[in-house]
C-alpha cells in the first residue's frame, strides 16, 4: 500500500500537454522553469510518498475522535501537517509576499494530486486551508490580509468553509445564521454550520472559518448572504492566537469514508455571540464563497486523480503477486492474476482513466495560469472562459471516474478486496464523498449546463470541439491501428458532444427540464471526449518522439496503448450518452410523483 | 429504512412474464396457483418486513464478532431465524417429505428477492443452507438425507460451503485440505478454510459444513478433490447434536460490508481430526459443489435485485421527504428533491435496471422449473440449456447493477448519503461483495464464454436472440414514440448480442486471450439486452391491458415509461459494448507486465 508518485506521467503530461514552457514564460511565473518543477515534483513526491502516504490506512482504522468539544486527529497527523507547512507545501500556489512560494496552478496540481493519493483525509485540510487563502486575496482588506494570510500560507493556522446548515444543504438560499454588527466593525455571529471538514482539530495552533452568515437587513435568499472571517482564538495585536471565540464543535460524523478527516457541526454564539469581520461587502457573501468553491471544486477533481492513481497502484502491485490460476494461453502452473485478460482489462482501465483525467485537468491548470498571467486582456479573458467551461467537467468527471477505479480496485483483489485489511476497500468508501461535496456532481452539471454553455450559446464548447477537430485531423496523418482506432472514436465523441451542445442550446428555453434530465450525461460525454481529446494528443506526441528516437520508448509505447485502450473502452460509450441526453427525458420525466 | 416488498411488480412478473400459470401446471408443482402463490407472497412480505428488515441497520452498526472460538451474533438474529425456520420458509423449494413446502422456483425466487431486500447479512444463513439441501439432494446417501435434510430445511439446522483456502483463492485445483480415510467409513480431515460464510454462530444447534477435501491417493487438480460432511456437532443415533467435532472458528473477517454476516477461518483437525462422511463418490467433490455453487449464483444474482430494491426504495422516500431548492421550471419556494431532473432520472435508473433484473430472473427460474419438472425429456433438456446461459448473466449482472443503483442511492441523498447513520452507504459497502463471491463476474463471464457459448458454437444464444427478434416485431405492431424507441434500441441491442456471439465463437481458439478480454462486457451487454427484452415484453403486456381496460392503468402507465426509460439510458450503452469487445482487446493486452 505504498505510494510511488508517477512523475515520469505527471512530467509528460506538463511538458507536451499542458504547455509549461509557454506558462513558465507568463509574468510572475519566471520561476517555473523545467529543471524547477522537476526539482519540486520530486521533493514533493517524497514528502508525500514517505511521511504522509503511510499515515492513510492506519488514520482510517483509527480515525479522528470528538470528545468534549475538542478533536484529536489520528496518529501522525498533527507532525506531519508541522512539516508540510514547513516544508512550504502549503504556499506552493502562494504569493511570496505572504510566504509562498508564487509558483502558478500548473506546478501545484500535481504537488495537489500527490497529497491526496497519499492521503485524502489528510490533504482536505490543506485544500480547505487554499480556499481561504484565495478568498481573503480577493475580498480580503490588506489588515485581514496582513493579519490571516501569512500563517495561513505557512501551514501555521488552517481554514474552513461554513457554508452548510441543517436545512438548507446545497441550498445557500436557505442559510439562517445571523450576523449582528456590534458597532465597532466587529459582527457576533450566531447560528449551526454542519459538514465542516476540519472544523475542529489539533494540527494547528488556529483555526479561521469562513462563514456565511445574513446581517440584520440583508435581502432574502442569496443576495443577502455576507462572508465573515470567524478564527476559532481571537488574534491579539501581535498576531499570536488570543481568547478563545464562541465558535465550537459540538460532534463529528460517522462517515463511509475519510474518516481521519474530521467533519464537524459548529455552534456559533451560543455563548453570547462569536466575534467575526467582514469579508469585502455586505451581501456579496455568495460571491466570494465561489472563489473559494470554484478553487476547491477543481480541487476536488484533483482528489479524484490522486485516489485513483493510488488505488491503481495497489491494484498492480496485488495482480502482479496473487498467484492463482493458469493461464488461459497454456502455463504449467498457476500465475500472477495479471495475466488474466479481465484483470489486465480492469488495470488498463483504471489506467487509462487515471492518466485522461491527470491530461486533462492539468491542462485546464495551464490555462488558468494563462487566464491569470497573461499580459494581454483578450487572452486572459478567452482563457479564463475556456477553464471555467472545464471546472465542472475536470470536478464531476474525475471524481465520477474514481469511483469507478475505486471499485475496480476492489474487484482485482477479489475476495481480499472486501476485507478492510487489504486497504483497498478504504479507497472505495472515500471515493464516495467526491462526487458529493464542493457540489454534487448534479451541481456541477447545472453548472456546466446553465453558466458555461447556455449562457454564451455553446460559443466555448464549440471553440474546444474545433481544437478537438484539429486533433483528429493530425491523427490522420499517423499510420497503425492504434491511431485509426483512437481517430474514429474521437470523431464519433466529439460528434456526439457538438450534438448534445446544440439540443442544449436548442431546447433549454422549450423544454427546461427535458435539457436538466441529461446535465450528469452531458457532463460525462464532455468528460470523455475531452479526455480521450488529451490521450489522442499524448499519441501523437508520443509517436513524434519514437520517430524521432527520443525518449522512454516503453513509457510512449505504453502511452499510445493506453490512449488505444481508451478510445475502444471508454469513449465507446459517446454514443450511448449522446441517445440518453437526446433521446431520454421522456422517460425521465414520465413519471408522476405518486408513480415512484 | 423500511421495507415494502413490490409484490405488484413480482406478480406483474411472475403471471405475465415468467408463465406462473405454466409452471403451476407442471407434475410436482400443482401447489403453485396464481392465488397460493400471492398468499405465499403476502405473507413472506410480511415477515421480511417487519421481522427481518428493522434488523439490517442495526446489526450492520452492530456486527456479529468473536470470542474464544465462539461466534455471537446481532441482536435478534437467532429469534428472526428461529421463528424463519418455524414459519417454513427455509423449505420453500424443497421437498415436502423432508419437511419443505414443495413449491417450484419461480415461487421460491421471489421470496429470496424479499428475504435479501430485508437483510443480505441475515439472508445468507439461509442461501448456504438452500446450497447445502441442494447438494445433499442430488448426491448424499439415504442415510446422509434421513439425517441431514429435515433438520436443514426446517431451519434448526444451518449449511456452508468450505471451498476457499487461503493459498487458492478461486482456484479450486490448489485446494490441500487433508481427508483421510478411517476403515469405519468416516474420514478425518485436516485443513484450513476461509470466507466460510456462517462458518460460525449462535443462530441453530448444529452447523452442517460441506468441505472440500483430498483423499491420501486423489489425482492432482480439480479431479482430485472430494465432498465431505462435516457437522459441528456430530450426529447421536436418535438424530441430536452429540459430541463437539473438531472444526472449529479461530477468527472471523473485519469486512467493508454486509457485516452482520459472519465470515469465518475454519481450522479443520487441529486436535486429531475432524470426523467427516464421504457425499457420492470420491474425487467428485467439484461436480456435486457445483450443484451447490450454480444454485448460490442464481440466489446471490437474487441479492443484488433484494438489494437494489431497497436502496430505491430508500431514495424514494428521501427524495420524495427531502425539501431543497426550487424547481427548475418555477415555483415559490423550495421542493422535494425528486422534482429535479438529475435526482429524477437516479431514481428512474434505479427502478429501471431493478425491474429489468428482476424480470429477467424471474423468467430464469421459470426455465429452471420447466427443465426440472417437465413431463417431457427434451423440453427438459432445453429449458436446462437456456437456465444454464442465464444463470451467469443473472448473477453477473444483477449483481454488477446493484453496484450501480446502491451508488447512486447514496448520491441521492447528497451529503447525508456519507453520513452512516442514513443507512444509504451500508447498501453501497454491502453490494460490493455480491460481484465477489460465488465467483466473481469476471468467473461468470468465462462461464457464459465457456462453457454457455462456445461450447455449443453458440447455438443457445441465438435462440434466444430469436426470442428477442420475435418481441421486437411485436413491438413493430404498437403505436407511439415509447414503443418505437424500446423497438429502436432492442433492436440495436440484439444486433451488437448477435455479432459479439459470432465474434466470440469465431475467435476462441485463434485469439483466446482477445476473447476473454472482452467476456465481462460480453456478460453486461447479455444483462442489458435480455434485461432489455424483458422490459419490452413487460410494456407490451401493459399496453394490451390498458387497451382492454384491465388492471392498475398507473402502474402499467409506469411500467411502459420504465421500459422506455431502460431502452434510451440502459440499453443505448448495448453498442458501446459491442465496440469494446470486437475492436478493443488490442488495448486490454498491449502492456507487458512490467510496464505496468
Redesign the interface.
Given at each position: 500500500m505504498s505510494y510511488q508518485a508517477p512523475i515520469k506521467d505527471m512530467l509528460f503530461v506538463l511538458n507536451e500537454l499542458a504547455n509549461l514552457q509557454q506558462v513558465s514564460q507568463l509574468p510572475g511565473c519566471e520561476d517555473a522553469t523545467v529543471d524547477t518543477v522537476e526539482a519540486v515534483l520530486e521533493e514533493n513526491a517524497k514528502f508525500c510518498g514517505e511521511v504522509v502516504a503511510p499515515l492513510n490506512h492506519p488514520s482510517d482504522k483509527e480515525p479522528s475522535f470528538w470528545h468534549d468539544g475538542q478533536v484529536t486527529t489520528s496518529a501522525g497527523f498533527k507532525v506531519a501537517f508541522q512539516a508540510f507547512g514547513e516544508s512550504g507545501w502549503q504556499g506552493v500556489q502562494h504569493p511570496q509576499e505572504f510566504g509562498g512560494q508564487g509558483l502558478p496552478k500548473l506546478v501545484a496540481t500535481p504537488c495537489t494530486e500527490m497529497l491526496n493519493a497519499a492521503s485524502i483525509s489528510f490533504a482536505l485540510v490543506a485544500l480547505l486551508t487554499d480556499g481561504a487563502i484565495e478568498a481573503l486575496l480577493t475580498a480580503g482588506s490588506d489588515e485581514q490580509k496582513a493579519l490571516y494570510l501569512e500563517p495561513l500560507i505557512t501551514g501555521k493556522w488552517t481554514g474552513t468553509m461554513n457554508l452548510?446548515e441543517p436545512q438548507?444543504?446545497?441550498?445557500l438560499?436557505?442559510v439562517r445564521t445571523r450576523a449582528v454588527p456590534q458597532g465597532d466593525g466587529t459582527y457576533k455571529i450566531f447560528g449551526t454550520k454542519i459538514?465542516i471538514t476540519y472544523g475542529e482539530h489539533d494540527m494547528a495552533e488556529n483555526i479561521i472559518h469562513l462563514v456565511l452568515a445574513r446581517t440584520p437587513d440583508a435581502p432574502p435568499g442569496v443576495k443577502g448572504i455576507s462572508l465573515f472571517i470567524v478564527p476559532k482564538f481571537l488574534i491579539n495585536e501581535d498576531g499570536t492566537p488570543g481568547a478563545r471565540n464562541d465558535a465550537h464543535c459540538v460532534s463529528i460524523?460517522?462517515?463511509?469514508?475519510i474518516k481521519a478527516s474530521p467533519t464537524a457541526v459548529l455552534q456559533f454564539g451560543d455563548n453570547g455571540g462569536a466575534i467575526g469581520t467582514l469579508v469585502g461587502e455586505e451581501n456579496r457573501g455568495l460571491e466570494y464563497m465561489f472563489i473559494m468553491m470554484n478553487a476547491a471544486r477543481f480541487g476536488v477533481g484533483m482528489q479524484g486523480i490522486g485516489l485513483a492513481e493510488r488505488a491503481y497502484q495497489q491494484a498492480?502491485a496485488f495482480?502482479?503477486d496473487?498467484i492463482?490460476?493458469r493461464d488461459?494461453?497454456g502455463s504449467s502452473g498457476?500465475v500472477?492474476i495479471?495475466?488474466?485478460?479481465?484483470?489486465?482489462?480492469m488495470?488498463?482501465s483504471m489506467?487509462?482513466q487515471t492518466e485522461a483525467a491527470r491530461a486533462l485537468a492539468y491542462v485546464g491548470a495551464g490555462i488558468s495560469d494563462i487566464a491569470h498571467y497573461h499580459a494581454d486582456e483578450a487572452t486572459r479573458k478567452a482563457n479564463l472562459a475556456v477553464y471555467e467551461y472545464l471546472v465542472p467537467v475536470i470536478k464531476g468527471w474525475s471524481t465520477e471516474m474514481s469511483?469507478n477505479v475505486a471499485?475496480d480496485g476492489?474487484?482485482v483483489h477479489?475476495?481480499?478486496?472486501?476485507?478492510?485489511?487489504t486497504g483497498a476497500?478504504q479507497h472505495?468508501?472515500d471515493a464516495?464523498?467526491l462526487?458529493?461535496?464542493e457540489g454534487?456532481?448534479?451541481i456541477q452539471?447545472n453548472d456546466l449546463v446553465g453558466r458555461k454553455t447556455v449562457r454564451d450559446g455553446g460559443a466555448v464548447a464549440k471553440s474546444i470541439i474545433a481544437q478537438v477537430r484539429a486533433t483528429e485531423a493530425a491523427l490522420a496523418e499517423v499510420q497503425g491501428?492504434?491511431f485509426a482506432?483512437i481517430r474514429a472514436?474521437l470523431a464519433l465523441g466529439s460528434a456526439a458532444l457538438e450534438e448534445v451542445v446544440d439540443f442544449v442550446v436548442a431546447n433549454v428555453k422549450s423544454d427546461?427540464?427535458?435539457v436538466?434530465?441529461?446535465?450528469?450525461?452531458y457532463l460525462k460525454l464532455a468528460g470523455i471526449v475531452l479526455g480521450g481529446w488529451q490521450m489522442a494528443r499524448a499519441a501523437l506526441v508520443a509517436q513524434q518522439k519514437l520517430d524521432a528516437g527520443q525518449g522512454d520508448a516503453?513509457f510512449l509505447?505504453?502511452k499510445i496503448?493506453?490512449a488505444?485502450?481508451?478510445?475502444?473502452?471508454i469513449l465507446?460509450?459517446?454514443?450511448?450518452l449522446r441517445?440518453?441526453i437526446v433521446?431520454?427525458?421522456?422517460?425521465?420525466?414520465?413519471?408522476?410523483?405518486?408513480?415512484?
Open positions: 452548510t438548507a444543504g446545497s441550498d438560499a436557505a459538514f460524523e460517522h462517515k463511509l469514508g498492480v495482480a502482479k496473487r492463482q490460476s488461459l494461453a498457476p500472477a495479471i495475466n488474466h485478460p479481465d484483470v489486465r482489462r488495470l488498463m489506467r487509462a469511483e471499485r476492489v474487484q477479489g475476495g481480499m478486496g472486501f476485507i478492510e485489511e476497500a472505495y468508501r464516495k464523498i462526487t458529493i461535496y454534487t456532481t448534479a452539471a491501428a492504434d482506432a472514436q427546461i427540464k427535458g436538466f434530465a441529461g446535465s450528469v450525461l516503453s509505447r505504453a496503448a493506453t488505444r485502450f481508451f478510445a475502444d473502452h465507446s460509450g459517446a454514443g450511448g441517445s440518453a433521446d431520454g427525458s421522456a422517460g425521465v420525466l414520465a413519471l408522476d410523483i405518486e408513480q415512484f
